[in-house]
């Protein structure tokens, strides 16, 4: 069982950075493949980033490459989202979650693959 925690969000203007931070509960958080997602009001949940286990890869949303950066740190069972060059449309409660996957499992786009979620964190990007 892993809990998920995220923290930093808020109000920015379009241009600006904020660094999203997700802590885990647990000592397996290294097993899992970690993945953040984003959700606006009356949208799906879409996929923005996700890391390996080990960090070894990592893997972006088209709409995202090149602006945002997912990275981890294991022993202090946290994973990070740098977005740099927010735009208004990056504006959505912003989702981590855990994935249990097999280690040379591929990373996954997919919600469904993902089986623990933190409460969101609010991102607005004013223009």
């Known amino acids: 069982q892993v809990q998920l925690v995220e923290s930093g969000g808020g109000l920015v203007q379009a241009g600006g950075s904020l660094r999203l931070s997700c802590k885990a509960s647990?000592?397996?958080?290294?097993?899992?493949?970690m993945g953040w997602f984003r959700q606006a009001p009356g949208k799906e949940r879409d996929f923005v980033a996700a890391?390996?286990?080990?960090?070894?890869?990592?893997y972006y949303a088209d709409s995202v490459k090149g602006r945002f950066t997912i990275s981890r740190d294991n022993a202090k069972n946290t994973v990070y989202l740098q977005m740099n060059s927010l735009k208004p449309e990056d504006t959505a409660v912003y989702y981590c979650?855990?994935?249990?996957?097999?280690?040379?499992?591929?990373?996954?786009?997919?919600?469904?693959?993902?089986?623990?979620w933190g409460q969101g964190t609010q991102v607005t990007v004013s223009s």
């Open positions: 979650a855990a994935s249990s996957l097999p280690r040379s499992s591929r990373l996954s786009t997919s919600p469904f693959s993902y089986d623990y």
């Open positions: 647990g000592r397996t958080f290294s097993s899992y493949a």
């Open positions: 890391i390996m286990w080990n960090g070894g890869s990592t």
